[in-house]
């Protein structure tokens, strides 16, 4: 059992798929808590029962629509002397979850501010994409609309270290999609499905090809890991200067097609604005 400290806020990650994956910690600080602040209280009671736990703690409901009017009124507990333990539906909070802004809270008011290290989605996806690892950033959710997801993909287009990306399952073909398109069809990828449950699957390829695949549909929790660039030099983003690119590489032997494409990647636009450039 976990001792009792003043004011502390612990950070507790959660297991990505398998109960049996959560660290003895896990149990001993939910055990030990006098407030869990949870992302979904449903969830929370059968974790609980997986871990054999019994709360004595206060708990309450800590989501995306009710993270900045709860944040004050943990921080209250937390001031009071209380441990809190926060809890999102899966991984560690504030990775794309709830938990920033009671952290900033915390720190903001010296709170002491711990975690539990726990499964990272991020980090088992990378480990078994077969990709470069020794380099590598996260992403997390591209953004919906169409317009913004190509602008951040574009953006992206020169990064050389390894990008891992979360995404919905409803989003997966049209994100897929987009990468091919910003980041070249050929671009080393891999989607990682329901990453340690039963129906685990990893799926390695060109984007174009994952993109290809994904468009049956696909179900579950999705974790998207796309090699870094190959480093190849930045093309100026002016009309002459596309042109000129696309040029020389016409005439290396490659196709215009295969030109607008590795032309678009560099400068980091979409291939149908190169594309206009070059036959306006």
């Known amino acids: ?38 992302e979904d209280t449903r969830r929370l009671k059968r974790l609980c029962a997986d871990l054999d736990v019994t709360l004595s703690a206060r708990v309450v409901s800590y989501f995306e629509g009710n993270e900045q009017a709860r944040t004050p009124v943990l921080l209250e507990a937390l001031l009071a002397g209380e441990r809190v333990v926060l809890v999102t539906d899966a991984g560690m909070p504030s990775v794309s979850d709830p938990g920033y802004r009671l952290v900033a809270a915390a720190v903001e008011h010296d709170v002491r501010v711990t ?26 959710f591209l953004p919906r609309k169409a317009g913004e997801r190509g602008r951040r993909l574009a953006a992206l287009a020169a990064e050389e270290r390894t990008m891992v990306f979360f995404e919905a399952p409803h989003r997966t073909e049209a994100a897929l999609v987009a990468m091919a ?7 080393p990828a891999a989607v990682c499905r329901e990453l340690t449950k039963t129906y685990e699957e990893v799926r390695r390829g060109p984007l174009a090809e994952l993109a290809a695949w994904a468009a049956d549909g696909i179900r579950g929790e999705v974790t998207i890991v796309v090699e870094g660039s190959s480093g190849a030099p930045a093309v100026g983003t002016d009309p002459g200067s596309l042109r000129t690119a696309v040029a020389e590489l016409e005439a290396s032997g490659s196709t215009r097609k295969e030109a607008i494409v590795e032309v ?17």
């Not at 291939?271 to 206009?276: G, H, L, M, T």
């Open 115 to 140: 975690a539990v290290p726990g499964p990272s989605a991020v980090l088992t996806a990378l480990a078994v994409s077969g990709l470069p690892v020794d380099r590598f950033c996260f992403e997390g």
């Open 1 to 38: 059992m976990i001792g009792r400290m003043s004011g502390v806020l612990v950070l507790a990650g959660t297991p990505i798929g398998q109960a049996g994956d959560a660290p003895p910690r896990l149990a001993a600080e939910l055990a030990g808590a006098d407030v869990v602040a949870a």
């Open 264 to 280: 678009a990647k560099r400068a980091g636009l979409p291939k149908r604005e190169v594309y206009d450039v070059v036959h306006r």
């Open 181 to 187: 398109e910003a980041l070249g069809d050929d671009r």
